[in-house]
T-cell receptor, first 114, second 113 residues
Framework: DAGITQSPRHKVTETGTPVTLRCHQTENHRYMYWYRQDPGHGLRLIHYSYGVKDTDKGEVSDGYSVSRSKTEDFLLTLESATSSQTSVYFC?????????????FGPGTRLTVT | GEDVEQSLFLSVREGDSSVINCTYTDSSSTYLYWYKQEPGAGLQLLTYIFSNMDMKQDQRLTVLLNKKDKHLSLRIADTQTGDSAIYFCAETTPDNYGQNFVFGPGTRLSVLP
């Protein structure tokens, strides 16, 4: 399994509070992604990073920000959590290798906003 | 933009073959993937196929690609209860250096004893 960890694995927070989710990789891959998974929507890309300090928006970026100050860490921040951000969040990585452009996923963080 | 579609549910009997179908719209898709997600877990890459291939077989898994119709299928032979999961089809193109992976909504496979 690719070395990807996410923390926390579960979180319950109140509407209006800031929340930061962390993704950590040990593979030294260039690309990192944050997705959210909701019933009926599959996976939707929030933000991605193509290098240290290089990030870009995905399909559902409103209400989220990201930062990547080191290759191994990619942080997702909800500045002011809303109930619509209750979801399961997955981090993924990809990079060049034997099989190009394969994405590997972390175990997920289940976030509940009350 | 790109779109990937799948039927949402499939039920099969244990020991039968399962066929999960996927259609995509991006004719420049170069890499097509199948992922498996078990309850409470992340997505696990099962197999992939390059667009210059028609078929790929890996043990009980067979991937068929019809590039003309933009149709991808995953066949699981001798389906077992452990194959019960959600299966995602995904595609990407090399033009953006693998930045943009587009996923289907997932097909929930239920294996009945």
């Amino acid at each position: 399994d690719a070395g990807i960890t996410q923390s926390p694995r579960h979180k319950v927070t109140e509407t209006g509070t800031p929340v930061t989710l962390r993704c950590h990789q040990t593979e030294n891959h260039r690309y990192m992604y944050w997705y959210r998974q909701d019933p009926g929507h599959g996976l939707r890309l929030i933000h991605y990073s193509y290098g240290v300090k290089d990030t870009d928006k995905g399909e559902v970026s409103d209400g989220y920000s990201v930062s990547r100050s080191k290759t191994e860490d990619f942080l997702l921040t909800l500045e002011s959590a809303t109930s619509s951000q209750t979801s399961v969040y997955f981090c993924a990585i990809s990079g060049p290798g034997t099989h190009h452009y394969e994405q590997y996923f972390g175990p997920g963080t289940r976030l509940t906003v009350t | 933009g790109e779109d990937v579609e799948q039927s949402l549910f499939l039920s099969v009997r244990e020991g039968d073959s399962s066929v999960i179908n996927c259609t995509y719209t991006d004719s420049s898709s170069t890499y097509l993937y199948w992922y498996k997600q078990e309850p409470g877990a992340g997505l696990q890459l099962l197999t992939y196929i390059f667009s210059n291939m028609d078929m790929k077989q890996d043990q009980r898994l067979t991937v068929l690609l019809n590039k003309k119709d933009k149709h991808l299928s995953l066949r699981i032979a001798d389906t077992q209860t452990g194959d019960s999961a959600i299966y995602f089809c995904a595609e990407t193109t090399p033009d953006n250096y693998g930045q943009n992976f587009v996923f289907g909504p997932g097909t929930r496979l239920s294996v009945l004893p």
